[in-house]
């Protein structure tokens, strides 16, 4: 397996990194931007993770942010869970 890391940040920093074991990944990118990211999701299928203070943000291949901040990924989904019952009600 290869998953891929590209990080930068606002003052110019970059760094990419190839890596054989999710573990390995996951250590890496929440080095750089934190265990609970806010994770960004595009409508062309770009996801990234960005840090907390805004400072850091990380793009990957090879394998899905749910799998690097399981537990950002599980607060974004109740969010989109308690806006879409929120809709239902108001409608």
Known sequence: MKIKIKYRSCDGCK???VF???EK???FAQKYVGEHPEIGLSPFGNHYAVSADGVGII???GIKLKELFPE???CLNNIN???SIKRR???
Request: hydrophobic share 30%; glycine share 0%; proline share 0%.
């Open 72 to 74: 950002s990924w599980r």
């Open 20 to 22: 054989s074991t999710v």
């Open 15 to 17: 760094k990419n990194r």
């Open 81 to 83: 869970l308690n806006a």
């Open 89 to 91: 009600e108001d409608q």
């Open 59 to 61: 793009e990957v291949s």
């Open 25 to 27: 990944a996951q250590k």
